[in-house]
């Protein structure tokens, strides 16, 4: 049997063109540069054909080879909807330009289309960016046939709330579709569907069983459009029935500026529209780039960026008074030299740790990683504000660093895709939509190593093999052998960063991919987080991937950066940091966005700061860190800075700065300030000048650092009524970089305590559990889920929940008992 034909030609308005098979008509026609009207079509979805605005007239080859055109009723040309039709071998196509049966089609479509829409195209937000807008001109008639008797357009009360975000108004809809099939296909959320027939259909709260949910109801069995991904769907109406109570009457497209941005709150580099008005940024569209994000992004890329103006931003040097103890504001010079005089006093008196957060961009990161090695004369640098461990900053310099193992694309290919310590759903949202993507297709199995089957999971269709924490690295090893789940060179593990807090799990990953040629990734959840391994903001790796114990890679960045030598003994990592600072072994800190309330230990870290000799703070906005500090740098956000984020891939994605402001300088001016007072230049002022000699310092092709050994398992046992602790942040929490949308806020997951069956009749059918750590307690309701027997799970740092790190330790265990 012969193999079949890889393209088929056809025809369109007199243009041959060939195409690969399965191609739809509507693309066929978009490589010769003919744009035939639509508004259901959208490439990422799957045709539906519902708006037929697309129709155009259609001839086929008949078994003599000639065209014969598709008909309708007896003798009648029935015109082709180009967004649902297969482009086939000789086929002739005839748009709008060329037919006028065609072209008469489309205006007909047009005309019913606007029969009930309304004409508010003035005070509407999608006006001047309209689809419907521009092609009723384009594809419509000139004037309506339409005549009102007496009566009105069909109206509905407005807005509808279908979350607390998303606002929707009916009768604007053309019901074409795109917002259901988004919510189904892309990220499984069909919380809103197509409701009634006919004329009536319209777009609503997906009803439940009874039927008895409506359009007006915000709830469907309790929950609204409750989608972290649901702000696409304003964005691909092609109309103005679907607003964001954020944006809604807020501006005019055409009083807009457009600068392309990168998203700043997680590792995956989504590209992002930044959309601004006389120094203000208004709203946040997803950018198309195929390689990443495709043309989605999460809810919190879209609409968390009120964080730059909110009332506790810094917006100028403070010193504190030595008369009276307190903040005072400074001019530049001045806090340049007294953070000079302060950090050389503690520099003599024990020296000084440097804490960057995982926030940076990476010329930041850079300029932190050369400013403790030639201004501060130590490698007790650590970007991890976190739960951490020295197994992870081994398998960082061994399997990370300067890597690109596996990208998007790879995971849409790989017949296995392993999740170890990671929900991609709460941690990485483009790398969920891709996973999605690759299971709905039948290409791709998802086998998850976790606590419970999240609903991110689920939607994935994943195999969970329930773990408790602690219990990976067990996982990991008997992975291969296990029945049912392949593992080989087609596989593809993607380990989070909580790995770093079970003991061997980041080594078994690494010894898993080793043994069975699996590809293996790191996946860290902050935007800053893969940029600071890479330029050595790690107590055992200078910039380039260079390891600090290896003597020839001391000499090469000596010699680049133009000083006699390098620290050659590793550093501390932030845990030592903390401790050292708390004992007085420390005599000073310079802290970078880093919140207490992510550590390991808060009780520790804020005792390390009020320990410590002198502190330096460079922050954003105002936080228990710059409280005590007695220097503060206010620092830039990233709309008024250029500069590169490094994804979870190893992909660099650079961006240019928004906004010109005067005053709002990178980390790296303040760090040059100072280092010009203490008489070491760093040899930059800008990102640009620093982005020029991190390329000149580049990667180091020699010795890698080995790879590290699991360190030995301790015996792990619970005593009665106590549970292992499991735990992750959601995408929606009490991050600082979320404050100022209380309608973003408002979609946030409730927080819940999650147990097995089991545990559950143990506490006698309780709806709220007190669960109690070493740190304290804390009360919330309770939902049953498929939890190992020894484990409980519930959201870190989540809205209504408080902060996770005043409960337990890491790895610690708590009792629950009923509320």
């Known amino acids: 049997m012969s193999e079949p034909v890889a393209t088929v030609t056809l025809t369109i308005d007199g243009v041959e063109v060939t195409v690969p098979r399965d191609t739809l008509v509507i693309r066929a026609a978009e490589q010769i540069g003919i744009q035939i009207p639509r508004f259901c079509d959208h490439p990422l979805l799957a045709p539906a054909g519902a708006c037929r605005q697309c129709l155009v007239e259609v001839a086929l080859p008949g078994p003599d080879g000639s065209l014969r055109q598709m008909q309708g009723p007896p003798g009648r040309m029935k015109p082709q909807a180009s967004c649902t039709l297969v482009a086939s071998q000789g086929m002739v196509v005839n748009t709008q330009l060329t037919s006028a049966a065609a072209d008469k089609a489309q205006h007909g479509v047009m005309e019913l289309l606007l029969i009930n829409h309304p004409l508010d195209c003035p005070v509407c937000d999608k006006g001047g960016e309209c689809p419907l807008q521009n ?48 919510a189904a296909e892309i990220p499984g959320d069909t919380f809103i569907s197509l409701l009634e027939r006919g004329a009536q259909q319209q777009i609503g709260i997906a009803p439940a069983a009874d039927g008895e949910h409506g359009p007006g109801d915000l709830s469907v069995n309790g929950e609204p459009f409750a989608s972290y991904f649901s702000g696409n769907t304003i964005q691909i109406c092609p109309v103005g029935a679907l607003t964001s109570a954020e944006y809604r009457f807020r501006s005019r497209p055409f009083d807009l500026v457009s600068t392309p941005g990168v998203a700043e709150h997680d590792a995956c580099g989504s590209a992002i529209r930044i ?15 195929p390689e990443v994000n495709e043309e989605w992004i999460t809810d919190k890329d879209r609409f968390a960026f009120h964080y730059a103006r909110t009332p506790d931003r810094l917006k100028h040097p403070l010193v504190r008074d030595a008369a009276t103890g307190e903040l005072r504001a400074a001019s530049w010079p001045e806090a340049f030299a007294v953070a000079a005089r302060g950090l050389a006093a503690a520099k003599a008196a024990g020296g000084v740790g440097v804490l960057t957060g995982g926030r940076l961009i990476a010329e930041d990161a850079y300029a932190y990683s050369k400013f403790a090695r030639t201004v501060l004369d130590t490698n007790d640098i650590d970007f991890r504000a976190r739960p951490h ?63 419970f089957t999240s609903r991110g999971l689920a939607k994935l269709d994943a195999t969970v093999l329930l773990t408790a924490p602690g219990e990976e690295a067990a996982a990991l090893a008997a992975l291969a052998e296990r029945a049912g789940v392949t593992v080989d060179a087609d596989t593809v593990v993607l380990a989070g960063e909580r790995l770093a807090t079970s003991t061997g799990a980041l080594t078994a990953a690494a010894d898993l991919a080793r043994s069975t040629g699996a590809r293996l990734a790191w996946v860290p959840r902050r935007a800053g987080d893969r940029g600071a391994v890479e330029t050595g903001c790690l107590p055992n790796l200078l910039p380039g991937g260079r390891p600090v114990g290896d003597a020839a890679a001391r000499v090469d960045v000596a010699t680049a950066w133009g000083i006699d030598a390098v620290p050659g003994a590793p550093g501390r990592d932030g845990d030592a940091i903390l401790a050292a600072a708390a004992s007085g072994e420390l005599g000073g800190l310079v802290v970078a966005g880093v919140g207490l309330e992510d550590l390991a230990d808060p009780t520790v870290a804020r005792a390390a700061i009020d320990a410590a000799g002198f502190v330096v703070a460079l922050e954003l906005c105002a936080t228990d860190v710059t409280r005590a500090a007695d220097v503060v740098f206010p620092v830039a956000p990233v709309t008024d800075k250029p500069g590169m984020f490094v994804t979870w891939e190893g992909r660099p994605r650079t961006f240019e700065a928004v906004f010109d402001v005067p005053g709002s300088l990178p980390d790296l001016r303040a760090l040059a300030g100072i280092a010009d007072e203490l008489g070491r230049p760093l040899g930059f002022r800008t990102v640009t000048e620093a982005r020029a000699e991190m390329m000149q310092v580049g990667p180091w092709d020699g010795a890698r650092a080995a790879a590290g050994t699991a360190p030995p398992a301790k015996p792990r046992r619970l005593a009665a009524n106590r549970f292992w602790l499991a735990h992750w942040k959601l995408m929606l929490d009490n991050g600082v970089m979320q404050v100022g949308d209380k309608a973003l806020a408002a979609t946030a997951r409730a927080a819940v305590v999650r147990v097995s069956a089991s545990t559950a009749a143990a506490l006698h059918g309780a709806s709220a559990v007190t669960l109690t750590g070493d740190r304290g307690e804390i009360t919330l309701p309770v939902e049953v889920a498929d939890v190992p027997d020894d484990t409980v799970w519930m959201p870190s740092n989540s809205h209504g929940s408080g902060v996770l790190a005043g409960l337990a330790s890491p790895g610690s265990s708590v009792t629950v008992k009923g509320a």
């Open 135 to 182: 092609q009723a001109m384009s594809n419509g008639q000139g004037e309506s046939r339409f005549h009102e008797t007496g009566g009105i357009k069909r109206t509905f009360p407005k807005p509808i709330n279908i979350s607390e975000q998303i606002l929707l108004d009916r009768e604007r809809c053309i019901v074409c579709q795109r917002c259901t099939r988004f």
């Open 275 to 289: 959309d601004h008005r006389r120094g203000k940024v208004m709203r946040r569209l997803s950018g198309n780039d």
């Open 389 to 451: 461990s020295a197994e992870e900053a081994e398998f960082l310099a061994s399997e990370v660093v300067l890597t690109m193992p596996v990208t998007y694309a790879d995971l849409e290919k790989a017949a296995t895709v392993v999740l170890v310590g990671l929900e991609p759903e709460d941690e990485a949202g483009a790398i969920f939509l891709r996973l999605r993507k690759a299971t709905r297709a039948g290409r791709t199995k998802v086998v998850a190593i976790a606590p």
